[in-house]
């Protein structure tokens, strides 16, 4: 699993040209793409910039050479992210396993070009089959949103910290809410758990562009299937 991973990692930072901004996911395979930038950086004296989508990508920046802006400051032209499912005719994701999504969706979402870069444990048939929806709250709010998302069918759960006592806290100070429901209707559920007074975001991601996938026999590219 790790080779995959770092052979997707090494496939993703051909994908970068001098004089780009990238985008920064987050979690193990993104950081192996972090690391390869930087190396490239060095190698090559790219002129390269980043914008991280959490502090554990900003650490890793920082740590392997790739200098950081903000949206503030540039437009992103690509961004390299990993996912925790990946749905594989609609390339449909759900990230938020590490409680990043929502930089994360900020920063891929504006790219020009968001590609996804996973190993194939985590391909499946449909999302949902193997990891709950991330939801993002405002602390306040915790109660309400279980409420409706109970009533909406699904099966929430408050994120707890390892070795901390009590929930996770998210980069931006808020908790997280794991619910378990069906998918039937991606796009549409994204909006939907947004609408929730107290939601911040959410980890369903339709859009997009192309995921590389590291196999054991090498990489391979999926695109969306027309529909």
């Known amino acids: 699993m790790e080779n995959a991973k770092s052979l997707i990692a090494k496939e993703a930072v051909k994908l970068i040209d001098d004089g780009m901004v990238v985008g920064l996911g987050s979690g193990s395979t993104a950081g192996l793409f ?3 930038l930087g190396k490239r950086i060095q190698e ?3 002129t390269v910039f980043g914008v991280p989508t959490s502090f554990e990508a900003r650490m890793l920046a920082l740590q392997y050479g790739v200098p950081l802006v903000s949206l503030d400051e540039y437009d992103v032209d690509i961004a390299i992210d990993g996912a925790d ?3 594989k005719d609609t390339l449909y994701l ?5 409680g990043c999504h929502t930089q994360e969706k900020i920063v891929d979402y504006s790219a020009k070009e968001f590609v996804v870069i996973v190993d194939e444990s985590k391909i499946v048939n ?3 089959e193997k990891y709950p929806i991330p939801v993002e709250v405002v602390p306040f709010a915790y109660s309400v949103v279980i ?3 109970i009533n909406m069918g699904g099966n929430p759960t408050i994120r707890l910290g390892e070795r901390k006592r009590g929930p996770v806290i998210t ?5 997280v809410i794991d619910v378990s429901m069906d998918v039937d209707d991606a796009e549409k559920l994204e909006k939907e758990l947004n609408n929730i007074p107290g939601v911040v975001e959410n980890g369903i991601f339709t859009k997009v562009d192309k ?3 590291g196999t054991a026999k090498g990489v391979k590219t999926l695109k969306k299937k027309k529909k």
């Open 44 to 46: 090559e004296e790219l």
């Open 171 to 175: 980069d931006n100070g808020n908790m």
């Open 147 to 149: 409420k409706e998302l």
């Open 94 to 98: 759900i990230k938020g396993g590490g």
């Open 211 to 213: 995921v590389l996938v």
């Open 85 to 87: 499912e990946v749905e």
């Open 34 to 36: 972090i690391m390869e």
């Open 126 to 128: 449909k999302l949902g």
